[in-house]
């Protein structure tokens, strides 16, 4: 285990209250917060470096590119990628659009087939609604296990020649589970398809490689890795980002425009259509930084060591029950639950009032809500700044919950 | 501590063991309302007598802000008239807060005297990210009130 208790002082806002108690933040699954380095990044390009990129013919305006072009190579190295095979946008939630508008649209066709899992976010669903919509394309779900892994055999099943697209999560944002995904690629690879993968909840908290993943796509997002919000990242391998249609268009993306068509700007940039969340990319280039000095192996050990603790007092818990793999080998730090017939909403609440802050809902993962049988579950999530004393303020915030809702 | 205010023992009882919980055989008006961030469901079915409420069913899942706030409302609901249901929806806005009014609805020297058991939902107020959840039956009444006409 490594200890990275001494990095709290990092982070500014864990020496916040809410509601009189000193903030225990469990929820980065949905969002992570910032370290002093990328605050400092952010407010420091405003101050000194503020200029829009790649169209200034002045030195500021030529400042500002370079260091947006230096945070995109970071995050390139990050994921074991090309620079030219990162392309800045808004988040995960955009980029998976990019690629269901900017291939899928363009590719698919009647009798073709997306195949999804019953763990995906919505951002890994809804898109290809919208353009099987236009496309006459099917989604098909692959199913999880009674010990809540991907149940790949199925997949594998599923997986015949009409299926164009699988794309999987890296890891739940609800259940936890990592899934396997270079053997899901290889499979998808075999059958013809391509690989798209959500790892928005995995770069933040594992090592990935996309080479190693053999990620045809790769969709994550800078809030949910220590960066600000409004920033994420596609990644895709570079002949195919170099033959997929842009979803966008506008200023930056070109190389020329006529009166009625137009030719694109080389990758990245032609994914990149009007002025980009400049300062919000040098944001997570220090984000990358800081997690690349932690390391990831010492950031997954972490919580491994943490999510083993939390399983082992939450299960400790009366009537309280874990949706999630149990061996943390094979799982991150988010802890779905439900205990008695507390609603998540009302645990939430109950938890709120005494400093903490957890997820109640379905997680933007209704779909797999409804599988679960659990309409809604109740989500704490680890990273980096939580500490074991964390889990032990949530057990005590439960047996209040409890005692409040008289559970014997 | 305010939490007591909020999950006050008749709330936690309607929770558990919430009334008018079983669907009408043919209902004259009826909707569905979701709280699509908490995922808190209500269902609200109806029969008219005229211009009175003659059955009222009130089945959901949810938190149990918004299930005792259902079940309540339906107690409170059964038997009255189109008129006295909007002076009660009316009470009920103001008390939490979501609609403003100079007038205060409940008298803390009777109380119950405004509103009965949905009384108890006034804690809510404190907790500004619930009063959707206490609100959901109703506007959900509302529907069903309109899709009888
Ligand atoms: C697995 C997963 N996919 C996609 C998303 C969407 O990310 P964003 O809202 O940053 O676009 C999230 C986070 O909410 C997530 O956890």
Redo the contacts with the bound molecule.
């Keep these: 285990m490594t200890d990275l208790a001494h990095i709290r002082s990092d982070f500014p806002i864990l020496q916040e209250e809410m509601n009189g108690h000193p903030l225990i933040y469990l929820d980065s699954?949905?969002t992570s917060q910032k370290p002093t380095a990328v605050i400092d990044a952010i407010s420091g390009f405003y101050q000194k470096t503020n200029a829009n990129v790649h169209r200034g013919a002045y030195t500021l305006s030529d400042t500002a590119t370079d260091l947006y072009e230096e945070a995109r190579a970071r995050v390139a190295g990050f994921i074991n990628a090309d620079r030219r095979e990162v392309a800045f946008n808004?988040?995960?939630?955009?980029a998976?659009n990019q690629v269901a508008y900017g291939w899928g649209l363009n590719n698919l066709e009647p009798g073709d087939k997306v195949l999804l899992s019953l763990m995906?976010?919505h951002?890994?669903i809804v898109p290809w609604q919208l353009v099987s919509r236009h496309t006459g394309a099917e989604l098909i779900y692959a199913p999880y296990t009674d010990s809540y892994a991907l149940d790949v055999d199925a997949l594998e099943s599923l997986l015949d020649e009409n299926v164009k697209v699988v794309s999987i999560?890296a890891?739940?944002?609800v259940l936890g589970t990592i899934n396997p995904i270079r053997h899901i690629a290889d499979a998808a690879h075999r059958a013809g398809a391509l690989m798209v993968v959500?790892a928005?909840?995995a770069v933040p908290h594992m090592t990935v490689d996309v080479k190693q993943m053999d990620a045809d796509f790769l969709?994550f997002?800078g809030?949910?890795m220590l960066g600000p919000t409004g920033i994420?990242v596609l990644y895709g391998k570079l002949d195919l980002l170099e033959a997929m249609e842009p979803a966008e268009g506008g200023g930056e993306m070109i190389s020329d425009v006529q009166l009625d068509s137009s030719t694109w700007a080389e990758v990245p940039h032609k994914f990149e259509a009007g002025t980009p969340p400049i300062a919000e990319a040098i944001g997570l280039g220090a984000a990358v930084e800081y997690l690349e000095k932690l390391g990831m192996e010492a950031v997954r050990s972490h919580e491994i060591d943490l999510t083993a603790y939390a399983l082992d007092r939450l299960g400790a818990i009366q009537d309280l029950t874990i949706y999630g793999p149990t061996d943390v080998e094979t799982r991150g730090g988010a802890v779905a639950f439900t205990l008695a017939d507390i609603h998540p909403h009302d645990i939430a609440t109950i938890l709120d009032q005494q400093g903490i802050a957890i997820r109640a809902g379905h997680h933007?993962a209704r779909p797999l809500a409804r599988s679960l049988k659990a309409p809604a579950t109740a989500r704490a999530s680890f990273y980096v700044y939580n500490i074991r004393s964390d889990v032990d303020a949530l057990v005590d915030g439960l047996e209040k919950a409890r005692e409040i809702f008289g559970v014997a | 501590m305010s939490l007591n205010e909020l999950y006050r023992e008749v709330i936690l009882d309607h929770y558990r063991a919430p009334r008018h919980h079983n669907h009408l055989d043919s209902p004259d008006g009826s909707a569905q309302g979701n709280n699509p961030l908490c995922g808190d469901e209500v269902t609200i079915e109806l029969n008219l007598n005229g211009d009175r409420v003659s059955d009222v069913a009130a089945i959901g899942v949810g938190c149990s802000i918004s299930q005792a706030s259902a079940s309540m409302m339906s107690e409170a609901v059964f038997g009255k008239t189109r008129e006295e249901i909007d002076e009660l929806v009316r009470k009920f806005k103001v008390m939490m807060a979501i609609e403003e009014s100079a007038e205060e609805v409940v008298d803390p020297d009777r109380p119950g005297s405004a509103l009965g058991d949905l009384e108890a939902l006034q804690g809510v107020r404190k907790f500004p990210v619930r009063i959707k959840c206490a609100d959901l039956p109703w506007i959900t009444l509302e529907q069903a009130l309109e899709s009888a006409e």
């Design positions: 699954a949905a808004r988040g995960t939630t955009s998976l995906e976010h951002a890994n999560t890891m739940s944002n959500d928005a909840q969709a997002s809030h949910k994420g933007c």
